[in-house]
């Protein structure tokens, strides 16, 4: 199960997983789910969901345990920066607590009760993978998107609280999480702007990336394919920065040639 899979990451995760093989539930509150699913044939189904909302986490997860008996991997990817609706207000001192809550509704409180629910579709089989898309966000601060960082960093430690909490039941669950920096997705559109400001703030911000250059939505979900599968079943309660270089250091940059 991927949550925020109508598009950019999730979607590319969704597609990865049907292409080795998995049954994957597409989940989104945005009803262009039901297209990236039709698309990928008879091994994706889409159903709408809202992270924030427990009920509705319970009503789809009795559904896939009615449909298919096991739920092995969930990929907490639903998340918003904040900045779609209010980008001038979220910065430490002028966000407002609605859309400070708003960010968190979704991003916290949206993976908690994925991880609550998955334990308990995955605790009859004593093992599975819950992936949780944290941020690059989640590991420094960001002034002009508070709640973001806020919720992403939450999001890092909540995932090594399961990881231990599943360890110490005796279940064979591993949690990790994954932070992405700059991956060119829709996300990045309120930033980013149109025409020649947009070429012009790419520009200004891959001179700041090692990589110099944004990263893509399939190498993510190459990094999800590793953590759901049998191959890694020491990795848990781990981190893994997907940033072309950025955290490696704090000044120095690679020449260009």
Not at 90 to 109: F, K
Request: hydrophobic share 45%; with cysteine.
């Amino acid at each position: 199960m991927i949550t925020g899979a109508a598009s950019g990451i999730g979607a590319a995760i969704a597609r990865a997983f049907v292409n080795e093989g998995a049954f994957v539930y597409l989940t989104d509150i945005e009803s262009s789910g039901q297209a990236v699913a039709e698309a990928l044939g008879d091994s994706a189904v889409f159903e709408p969901l809202d992270v924030s909302n427990e009920s509705e986490w319970q009503q789809l997860m009795g559904k896939v345990n009615q449909q298919k008996g096991r739920l092995d991997i969930l990929v907490n990817n639903a998340g918003i920066t904040g900045l779609e609706t209010d980008g001038r207000q979220q910065n430490p001192e002028q966000a407002s607590l609605e859309s400070w809550r708003r960010v968190h509704r979704i991003n916290l409180d949206g993976v908690f009760l994925g991880c609550k629910y998955a334990i308990r579709a995955m605790r009859p089989t004593k093992s599975g993978a819950i992936i949780n898309m944290s941020s690059r966000s989640g590991l420094v601060g960001v002034p002009d998107a508070a709640a973001y960082a806020s919720s992403k960093a939450a999001v890092r430690n909540h995932t090594k609280t399961v990881a231990l909490y599943c360890a110490g039941q005796g279940l064979n669950i591993r949690c990790n999480s994954i932070h992405p920096a700059a991956i060119m997705t829709p996300i990045w559109d309120p930033m980013l702007g149109d025409g020649e400001k947009r070429e012009q703030r790419l520009k200004a911000m891959t001179a700041a990336i090692p990589a110099h250059r944004f990263g893509e939505v399939e190498e993510v979900a190459a990094v999800a394919i590793m953590l759901g599968s049998d191959e890694v079943p020491y990795m848990t309660g781990a981190e893994l920065n997907i940033d072309g270089g950025i955290l490696a250091g704090s000044a120095a940059m690679p020449a260009v040639e």
